[in-house]
Structures are given as structure tokens and as C-alpha cells.
């Protein structure tokens, strides 16, 4: 795809995109929350955060292949879970399915997804993860987690960071919100981008009617220009208790998504989770927030090797991956790098990123003298000034 031959990296799939979708959907993906400080810092983090070349060893045979909970991943990256995939690509949740296990990684489907559950575990091949927001009615979100086990998901991301609103002003500018409603901003909007509007949004109505996040237990299904308010049925009354809930019930892997504390990824070990997320869900919901990266090393010296350290937010460079490695992650989520993606071309679009990703990665670790993921530690840092 000619499209896709002009993306050398990430930014230019973001570049891509931002040409292709409405900019109410782009600046959804895209952005943070209130000044974006969060967002900007996760890059700055990253890009102050220095390897140090190592000289003179073979590099000559550099895999990127490593296990996640038990299983063959062809890199440390697992796809993160992001709601909106479905208003990129008619069906993006299905695409970046089809697209990481074409990569050989592990794919993660969020709860607001467009797609159902079924049809992805159906027909996607590769590895499947299946992300929680817990409902204020935790029976109704058990049958979700039940549903999602008896589809075939082997993993269960619970995310912990998310059960209040959040200030991103520009949806509101855009008239862009979930439920989406239009006015006459996004409808223009949408008139502008007419590929986007024939292929995702007229597919929708064609088919299946306007978009829906069809894995909602019905009572709370909105359709994209409809009411509902799902989201106000949002569990923000959780406690540790409702980990061991879902331990009780979930058959596979668990991992709780959004911790930031020392202490929390403790309790979540004491509480036999498979695995955490350190993140601060891409900088898009409280903006004081630091860097997963900068409270990431704390937290590797308290629980690693008791529980898989997954860090998010941020990640546009294979380099970036190496540094989360050598700073203690055992893996990383990728979220808008992957959504770019698929919001260009589909699963070709998806795959061109992860590849983009695999190249860069390869290239770090020939620089830093590694030829094995397992092989990063803390000894590839520049250990430069402190970040400020
Ligand atoms: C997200 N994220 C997210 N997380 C989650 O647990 N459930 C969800 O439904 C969503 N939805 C969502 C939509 C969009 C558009 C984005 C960008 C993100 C957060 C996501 O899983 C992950 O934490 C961040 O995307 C990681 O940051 P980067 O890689 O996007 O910088």
C-alpha cells in the first residue's frame, strides 16, 4: 500500500492518520487530558532517558523473541487495550486482533469495544486478552468476565485507574464524546473525511447500524449517537476485595492495570495477580501524574520476578522499548502506536507498526551490545544526571 510505503515510523503513521480520520476521532486518540503535561512528560521521560553503546561484542544473531506468562511473544509488547480502535477502522478492534497475531504478540480488546467479543475470539488467530472497566453492578461485570473466559481469552486486564471523569476540554470542542452525538461540528467534520465516513461510519449503518459498544451488558449498550451513560456505571467504589473476587472467578492470567505505587504493586503480588500494568493511561486521565517510566524502577526492586512488570504510556520508538526493559519491565503495552496504525490501513497498518517497532528495536539493542531481550538490565543506562 502506497499509503503505508511513506511511513518510515511511528510519527508518520500518526501523520497518516490524522489525514484520514475527523478531527474529533484523531484528537481522541491523540491527546490527554486537561494541560497535557502527563502526555508530554511520558515522551520527555523517554527521550531524556539514555543507553550507553557497547563496543566490539557480536551482534551478528539479535532476537527479539521472549515469554509472556508462559507462551512465545515475538517481542516484549503486547497490544494495549484502547476503546476507540472501532471509529478508526470500521471493526478495529477485529483488525489489530488479525494484525498483532500476525506479529506474534498478544492483542488486548477493551471493554468499550466496537466488536464482539465472540467474533474476535473466533476468527482472530494469536493470543487474546480481554480488558475489564468493573460496572458499579460488579454481578453484571462478573458475567462479562465469564463471558470473556468462556470465548477463549486467556488473560484478564482489570483496569483500576479509571472510575472517575476527566477533563479533555477538546472532546467537548470537537462534539466528539462517548456516546458521541452529533452536532453540526462533528457532522462537518465527518463530511470532511469522506473515505473515513464511507469506510468506518457509513459501514457501520450499512451492516450493522450506528457503532455500539456491543460487549456492554445491554441495559448500558449506547449507540454512538444515543444516550445510555455507561460510562456513570463505572464501578468508583472498588477495593482489593474485588481483586480477590476476580481471582475467584477468572480462570486465566490477571493483571491489574494502573498501578503507580510501590505499596499497590505489592498488594496486588500479595494478592496472587499474575501480572501489573505501570501506567498512567497514556496521560489521558489525571494530568499531575508522572511518567510510568520514572516510578517504574521503585517498583521493579519491590516485586520483580514475583509478578510480570508490564509498563504503558508512551512507547513510539523501539528504543523506547529497550529502555523500559533495561529500567525493570519485563514488557510493554503499546496503545496510540498501534491505533495510528490501524487507523491508516487496517491490519496491514497495524503490522507495519509493530514492525516499524521490531526494526528500531533490533537496531538499539546492536547498538547496546545485546543480542537477547533477556540480556537488558539497568547496565545499558547512561546513568547521567537525574531526569528533573
Ligand atoms: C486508551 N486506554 C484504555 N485503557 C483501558 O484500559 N481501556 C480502554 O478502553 C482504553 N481506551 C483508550 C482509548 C484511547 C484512544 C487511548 C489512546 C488509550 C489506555 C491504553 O490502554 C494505554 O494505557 C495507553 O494508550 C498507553 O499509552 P500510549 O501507548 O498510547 O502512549
Known amino acids: 500500500m502506497a499509503k503505508l510505503d511513506r511511513c518510515h515510523n511511528i510519527a508518520d503513521?500518526?501523520?497518516?492518520?490524522?489525514?484520514?480520520?475527523?478531527?474529533?476521532?484523531?484528537?481522541?486518540?491523540?491527546?490527554?487530558t486537561e494541560d497535557e503535561l502527563a502526555l508530554a512528560n511520558n515522551r520527555i521521560v523517554y527521550e531524556k532517558t539514555k543507553l550507553l553503546n557497547r563496543v566490539l561484542v557480536d551482534t551478528s544473531d539479535i532476537q527479539l523473541g521472549t515469554t509472556i506468562f508462559g507462551k512465545p511473544s515475538t517481542m516484549?509488547?503486547?497490544?494495549?487495550?484502547?476503546?476507540?480502535?472501532?471509529?478508526?477502522?470500521?471493526?478495529?478492534?477485529?483488525?489489530?486482533a488479525?494484525?498483532?497475531?500476525?506479529?506474534?504478540?498478544?492483542?488486548?480488546?477493551?471493554?468499550?469495544?466496537?466488536?464482539?467479543?465472540?467474533?474476535i475470539a473466533k476468527e482472530a488467530q494469536g493470543r487474546l486478552w480481554f480488558q475489564l472497566y468493573m460496572w458499579r453492578d460488579k454481578e453484571l461485570s462478573d458475567e462479562l468476565v465469564l463471558r470473556a473466559a468462556r470465548a477463549g481469552f486467556e488473560t484478564l486486564i482489570w483496569t483500576v485507574d479509571a472510575g472517575h471523569s476527566f477533563n479533555r476540554e477538546y472532546n467537548a470542542r470537537n462534539g466528539f464524546n462517548t456516546p458521541y452525538r452529533l452536532n453540526?461540528?462533528?457532522?462537518?467534520?465527518?463530511?470532511?473525511?469522506?473515505?473515513?465516513?464511507?469506510?468506518?461510519?457509513?459501514?457501520?449503518?450499512?451492516?450493522?447500524?450506528?457503532?455500539?459498544?456491543?460487549?456492554?451488558?445491554?441495559?448500558?449498550?449506547?449507540?454512538?449517537?444515543?444516550?445510555?451513560?455507561?460510562?456513570?456505571?463505572?464501578?468508583?467504589?472498588?477495593?482489593?476485595?474485588d481483586a480477590d473476587r476476580?481471582?475467584?472467578?477468572?480462570?486465566?492470567?490477571?493483571?491489574?492495570?494502573?498501578?503507580?505505587?510501590?505499596?499497590?504493586?505489592?498488594?496486588?503480588?500479595?494478592?496472587?495477580?499474575d501480572g501489573i500494568v505501570i501506567s498512567n493511561h497514556g496521560g489521558r486521565n489525571m494530568d499531575s501524574a508522572p511518567s510510568p517510566l520514572e516510578v517504574l524502577p521503585a517498583i521493579a526492586q519491590a516485586v520483580r520476578g514475583r509478578t510480570t512488570i508490564f509498563v504503558d504510556s508512551g512507547v513510539r520508538r523501539g528504543s523506547d522499548i529497550v529502555k523500559a526493559l533495561a529500567l525493570g519491565a519485563d514488557c510493554v503495552l503499546a496503545g496510540?502506536?498501534?491505533?495510528?496504525?490501524?487507523a491508516t490501513a487496517g491490519q496491514v497498518g497495524v503490522e507495519k507498526a509493530l514492525g516499524i517497532l521490531k526494526k528500531e528495536m533490533v537496531q538499539t539493542m546492536a547498538y547496546i551490545g545485546r543480542q537477547r531481550v533477556s540480556d537488558i538490565s539497568g547496565d545499558d543506562l547512561w546513568n547521567g544526571p537525574p531526569i528533573p
Open 13 to 32: 503513521l500518526r501523520n497518516a492518520a490524522r489525514r484520514r480520520l475527523p478531527k474529533g476521532v484523531f484528537e481522541y486518540v491523540d491527546r490527554g
Open 76 to 96: 516484549p509488547l503486547a497490544i494495549a487495550p484502547t476503546g476507540v480502535a472501532g471509529m478508526c477502522w470500521y471493526e478495529g478492534e477485529f483488525e489489530l
Open 98 to 119: 488479525k494484525g498483532a497475531a500476525a506479529a506474534g504478540v498478544p492483542f488486548t480488546m477493551a471493554t468499550p469495544a466496537n466488536t464482539s467479543m465472540e467474533k
Open 184 to 241: 453540526a461540528r462533528s457532522a462537518l467534520d465527518a463530511l470532511m473525511h469522506p473515505e473515513w465516513l464511507a469506510t468506518v461510519l457509513g459501514r457501520y449503518i450499512a451492516t450493522t447500524g450506528m457503532p455500539r459498544h456491543v460487549n456492554y451488558p445491554k441495559q448500558y449498550q449506547a449507540k454512538f449517537t444515543g444516550g445510555g451513560g455507561a460510562k456513570a456505571q463505572h464501578a468508583n467504589k472498588l477495593s482489593w476485595a
Open 246 to 273: 476476580l481471582r475467584a472467578i477468572w480462570p486465566g492470567k490477571l493483571v491489574i492495570k494502573g498501578i503507580m505505587r510501590v505499596e499497590d504493586a505489592e498488594e496486588a503480588v500479595r494478592r496472587g495477580v
Open 336 to 342: 496510540r502506536a498501534t491505533l495510528y496504525g490501524v
